[in-house]
Structure formats: C-alpha cells, structure tokens
C-alpha cells in the first residue's frame, strides 16, 4: 500500500504491486507521484472485484487458475445439461402417448357380383331399339334385332333362328303370353310348308319357360337372365373379366349348381352403365351392339297372325318331314 491510501473493506493485500512495479508502465520525471497512484486504484479494482466474487461462490482470488466467473458459468451449465432430459420427461406427462398405428387398408372394390347385379337392374329397366351382331365360328354373322317396349313387352328376331338354321323366327312376349313367329325370309318365303300359316303360335303363358326343343336362347341376355344376374340366392360365380375389344364392365358368370339345367348359360356379359348390354359371350355365338340404341315404341306388335300349328323346332328337321312339326310334338310330349 501507498502512504495516504486507504485499502478498500474486506480486500486482500496487494501483495503484486508491493513487491514489483506493473509491466508496461511508463513513467516521467516529475510525474511518479500520479503514475504510482494510477496503479494502486487499479489494483484495489482489481483486487476488490476477486475478493467479492471469492466472498461469493467460495472461492478466493489468486487461489484457482480459472478465473471465478468462467467456473460458476461452467457449473451452471453442466448442470442445465443434467437436468434437461428430466425435465423434457416432465413435460411429456401430460400427453396421452401416441397410440400404435397400422398401415391403412386398401378401400376394397365393389364386390364383382354386386356390380354385375346393379347393371342388370338397370338393364331390366332398359328401354330400348338396338341391333346385334351374332358372330358364331363357321356361319355368316347375322343381325339380331332387339325391342324392349315402356310397357315391358318385347321382342326379339332372330334369322336362321329355327330349323337347323333354315327359318327365321321371332320371339315375342305381350300380356297375352310368349309367342314364337315364323318369319318368311329370302329364300324362305314359307317356312311353315304352308302357304299362308307364316304366323305367330302362343307357345307359354307370361313368365313361363320355353321347351327346350323350341327355344332359341339368344333372346335370354335381353329378357329373363338380367333377373337372374340380380337375384343374390342364384347359385353363380361372379368375377370381373375382360373382353378385348368390346365396351362395357365385363363379368365372366359360371353356374355352381351341378344341374342339368342351369338359370342361364355361362360366359361373358358386358354392361354399359346405364344397363344396356354391349357384349355377351355365349356357349352359342358372341353377340355385340351395332351402332347406337334407339327410343322404345309404347308396345310391340307380333309380325304376324295368330295362326293354328305347332311352332317350329330348332334343329333341322329329319328326312321327309320339312316342316319339323312332328319332332316338335315329340319335344313337347
């Protein structure tokens, strides 16, 4: 200490300054008194500001090699870095755990079977004009005209259709039943045999089936299997196919029932979504719409009278019976 310099409360002696003079201090003739008190209020700063901090975590000056407020910065922050999972861990308490999650289902498609079933609804409701394409290997194509009337008759004309492939035929259905029309034709101007009987034969009641000798089947896909395709209880085996070429969704149906006659013939149908058939694939030919479907009359007409004999059969007739009337007792009988 300096004479006539009074050390600060609590400071420790300046024992630096009382044994050497500071480096780096210059001094000048006539000006030792000033140089020499500048450096004792420094070190009094100095040696205040260690004892303070040493009063405060402990620690005396010139007693550690790291300087008191470096150290408690250090301790302070190991100490946050300890803490700091437990508290994260407390604050995550309060939240209900993420439940497990599973990879989401794929949305199913539409059952196969429900979606033939909704095209043939629509389908019974079609009301339409429209001509087919019957191709059938080995035979010309031929052209199959379809009418559904509003009030739900119909018909359907089907040439080469009857006798082995020798008569044109139509099957029609009013309320007064199911008749089956001889239809005279180029080359057949009288396929009855009988001048003048070219003519309609009522053959079922509504709603009844044909006899299989007198049934053509083409005209099935457009009238009574469309309710089979919606009924759930028929014994069938719906899945979705393709059928190159053709429009429409497609549906390959197979009967699982052993009998020998099943609700309708397996294959191929194929809908447009407003129900109209665009294609079929049939044990007896391949049928597809030509063109575009037209308006429905109110009703049909029958293209001809009603006449008296037995309705013709499918296949040919034999040997010395042209007309095929005897094989077609035979069928009913």
């Known amino acids: 200490m300096h004479p006539g310099v009074a050390p ?31 450096a004792d209020a420094g070190a009094r700063t100095r040696a205040g500001t260690g004892s303070r901090t040493g009063a405060g975590t402990g620690v005396g000056s010139g007693t550690s090699g790291t300087p008191p407020r470096r150290g408690a910065l250090r301790a302070a922050l190991g100490a946050l870095l300890l803490a700091g999972p437990v508290l994260l861990a407390g604050c995550g308490t309060d939240a209900p755990a993420p439940a497990a999650t599973t990879p989401a289902q794929a949305s ?29 290997q080995g035979r010309p194509d031929r052209s199959i005209s379809v009418v559904r009337a509003t009030d739900r008759s119909w018909r ?29 034709s180029t080359g057949h101007p009288d396929p009855t045999g009988h001048p003048g009987s070219a003519g309609c034969v009522r053959v079922a009641d509504p709603g009844q089936p044909l006899a299989p000798g007198i049934d053509p089947r083409i005209q099935h896909p457009f009238t009574d299997w469309p309710e089979v395709l919606t009924d759930r209880q028929a014994p069938l085996s719906v899945s979705a196919a393709t059928l190159p070429g053709f429009r429409g969704s497609c549906f390959a149906v197979e009967s699982t029932s052993a009998s020998v006659d099943p609700p309708l013939d397996p294959g191929i149908y194929c809908y447009a979504p407003d129900g109209t058939l665009t294609a079929a694939r049939l044990p007896d030919g391949t049928l597809t ?23 013709l059969s499918i296949a040919g007739p034999p040997p010395g019976n042209p007309t095929g009337e005897a094989q077609q007792e035979s069928a009913n009988g």
């Not at 539409?110 to 979606?115: F, G, S, V």
């Not at 037209?294 to 037995?310: F, H, Q, S, Y």
Request: charged content about 20%; hydrophobic content about 40%; aromatic content about 2%.
């Open 108 to 136: 199913r498609p539409a059952d196969d079977r429900d979606r033939l079933a909704a095209l043939a609804a629509a389908a019974q409701d079609r009301h339409l004009t429209a001509v087919y394409t019957l191709s059938v």
């Open 8 to 38: 600060l409360p609590g400071a420790a002696p300046d024992r630096t300054l009382a044994t050497r003079p500071r480096a780096g201090l210059r001094t000048h003739p006539g000006s030792d008194g000033r140089t020499r008190a500048r």
């Open 289 to 311: 719409l030509a063109g575009t479907p037209t308006a429905a009359p109110t009703t049909v007409t029958l293209p001809g009278p009603l006449v008296d004999r037995e309705p």
């Open 156 to 184: 359907v004309d089907i040439p080469a259709g009857a006798l082995g492939g020798t008569a044109d035929v139509s099957m029609a259905r009013t309320s007064a039943g199911l008749f089956q029309c001889a239809l005279p």
